[in-house]
C-alpha cells in the first residue's frame, strides 16, 4: 500500500522509569537522513476496554473523574493490563468486573488499536460483550469512584454527537463493537 520507511531508532535512553510508565528520549535517523536527537516516548502497558449490552440491550458505561483531562468522563469500562504478559481476554474480564460488577457469558475480540502511535506504546484491546447482568460488587482502586450507567444504545449514540461522550478509545470502541456485534449477526 506504501513504500514509506520507518525511521531508524539510533539510541534509547529512558529518562523516568516506575511500574506504571517509562518515559524514553530516541534519537532517530530519518529516511532522509535528517537526525532527530530528542524524541520523547511514553511507554506504557496496553489496556483493555469492553462494549457490554446488558439483555435489554443497554450499554454499560462508568462515569469516572481523569485527571489528565481533569475532569469527569463517560467511557466505555477498561483498565490498564496488570502486567506486560498479561492475557488479554484475562484482563478485560478483570477490568469490567472490577469497575461494573458484572460479567457476561462471552467476550468477543473486536480489535486491537493503537491508541497514540505518535508518542506512546499503548494499544486498546477492544472487546464486545453481550448479555452482561451484575454478579457482584465492584472491587475498585483507593483511587477509583466509579458510576456505572445502563443506557439505550441510541442515548449513547446522541451522547457522542453532542459531544457529552469524547474520549477517543470510547468513541471508537462503541462504534467499533456494535459495528462487531451487528456482523456477526448478534445484534440487530
Known sequence: MTQLTPWERLQSEPLISNPYLTLRRDTCRLPDGQIIDDYYVLVERDVACVVALTPARELLLVEQYKHGLGRICLEIPGGVFASDAADPLAEARREFN???????????????????PARTTIRMHLYAALDAVPCG????????????????????????????????????????????????GLLS
Open 98 to 116: 472490577e469497575e461494573t460488577g458484572y460479567d457476561a457469558p462471552t467476550f468477543f475480540h473486536v480489535g486491537t488499536l493503537p491508541v497514540s
Open 137 to 184: 460488587t465492584q472491587q475498585l482502586d483507593s483511587t477509583e469512584k466509579i458510576i456505572v450507567h445502563r443506557l439505550p444504545v441510541d442515548t449513547v449514540l446522541d451522547l457522542i454527537r453532542s459531544g457529552a461522550i469524547d474520549v477517543s478509545t470510547t468513541v471508537s470502541g462503541i462504534f467499533l463493537g456494535l459495528d462487531y456485534l451487528r456482523r456477526a
